[in-house]
């Protein structure tokens, strides 16, 4: 059996350690203030999570006003927003852990626009092909977010290139439509976010984390991704010496065709990267047998969503032999003790199966 190494720590690229090889994935938990900054509930629900999980991450945060994607979303992007940040970080920095925001563009659903900008045209969503001056503006604000995570103390940034926002737009060969040098082939289609990824980096401190998250084939609703093209993307991305290439999967060991054979997408995108960026994937992960197997198909790290909602301490508890993970559907009695206010509870009621009260599974 492979070894348990996921409570050592990990080096990156940019100099920084983890303390172990467990994340937690971005949770959009609609708890933010109207006006984007930080409140207590969202505070208490990651500080909960500091001095277990090696990286943890916020949720989803848009970038510029016109990107934002849904009532309650966190914002970077204005200087305000930095002070209750600020307390954050020092909070959970202070536990040992290390902490990154996912700096977020919706595209064509970035609902609290009047004028959505992506790289197609959709008169029945109100959805527009952004000039190339409009794509400039779109690399500062990510420039300009980062910058200020970096102030509010962040240890990184992740740029949300997955899940069908802004950036996978661009990447799906079904929604970009654009005959520019940001269409095309894959090399055009990626252009934005490598560019992106590049500015970020340019105005960063060497030692800052940049971080990407990309969807590697067709999952949830996407389509137009390939694994191919991924690969692709994904070898780019890893020129850039980014620090670590997050898999967003619905399975950690979901299999894909490749070369007429069946391999698992990690491993994959694992054997064509040549090792210069860390990978790391959620999917599924609720047990430590889960983690170690998508440690053994390739990843250097792993990612709970779902389990880390109901398990704070996960990083801590689950090699303890009595451990046992908590799948759904949840009680939500317990919310108040993982740290899951009455806001969080109501956008969790929303995915099915989740939590009794909550949607049914079709
Ligand atoms: C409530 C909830 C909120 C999520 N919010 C985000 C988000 O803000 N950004 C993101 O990239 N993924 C988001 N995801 C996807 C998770 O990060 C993760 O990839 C997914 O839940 C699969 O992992 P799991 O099986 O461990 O839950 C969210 C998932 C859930 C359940």
Redesign the pocket.
């Known amino acids: 059996m492979y070894m348990d190494d996921l409570n050592e720590p990990m080096k990156l690229n940019c100099g920084q350690r983890l303390m172990n090889k467990i994340g937690l994935?971005?949770?959009?938990?609609k708890q933010s203030n109207e006006d984007g900054t930080l409140n207590d509930r969202e505070f208490e629900w990651l500080k909960m999570r500091g001095g277990h999980y090696g990286l943890i991450?916020t949720?989803?945060t848009y970038v510029s006003k016109d990107g934002k994607a849904w009532e309650g979303q966190l914002g970077l992007s204005e200087d305000r927003h930095i002070k209750n940040l600020q307390r954050l970080t020092d909070e959970i920095k202070m536990s040992g852990s290390k902490i990154i925001t996912?700096l977020?563009h919706g595209g064509d659903k970035a609902v609290f626009s009047n004028d959505k900008i992506s790289c197609y045209d959709d008169t029945d969503i109100e959805v527009r092909n952004a000039s190339k001056e409009e794509l400039q503006e779109v690399m500062n604000n990510y420039v300009l977010a980062a910058k200020r995570a970096e102030k509010a103390g962040f240890n990184g940034i992740e740029i949300?290139g997955?899940?069908g926002y802004l950036f996978t737009q661009f990447l799906s060969h079904n929604t970009n439509k654009r005959n520019d040098e940001y269409g095309g082939d894959i090399e055009g289609r990626s252009r934005l976010l490598l560019e992106t990824v590049e500015a970020v980096r340019r105005n960063v401190s060497k030692n800052f984390m940049v971080n990407v998250?990309i969807s590697p084939v067709n999952t949830y609703s996407l389509k137009g991704i390939d694994i191919e093209e991924t690969i692709l993307v994904a070898k780019w991305l890893g020129e850039l010496n980014i620090d670590i290439l997050?898999l967003?999967?619905?399975?950690?060991n979901m299999e894909t065709i490749f070369e007429d054979q069946n391999y698992p997408v990690i491993q994959l995108i694992r054997d064509e990267t040549n090792d210069n960026m860390k990978i790391a994937t959620?999917?599924?992960?609720?047990s430590r047998a889960d983690a170690v197997n998508a440690r053994e198909i390739g990843a250097d790290m792993i990612?709970?969503?779902?389990?880390?909602?109901v398990h704070p301490d996960w990083p801590t508890v689950s090699s303890k032999m009595n451990f046992k993970p908590y799948y759904p559907k949840w009680d939500p009695a317990i919310f108040q003790k993982v740290g899951v206010s009455k806001v969080?509870h109501n956008?969790?009621l929303k995915?099915p199966g989740?939590v009794v009260g909550g949607a049914e599974k079709r």
């Open positions: 994935a971005p949770l959009t938990n991450s949720c989803a996912q977020h949300h997955a899940n998250r997050s967003s999967l619905r399975e950690y959620a999917g599924n992960i609720w990612l709970l969503g779902r389990a880390g909602i969080f956008y969790l995915f989740l």
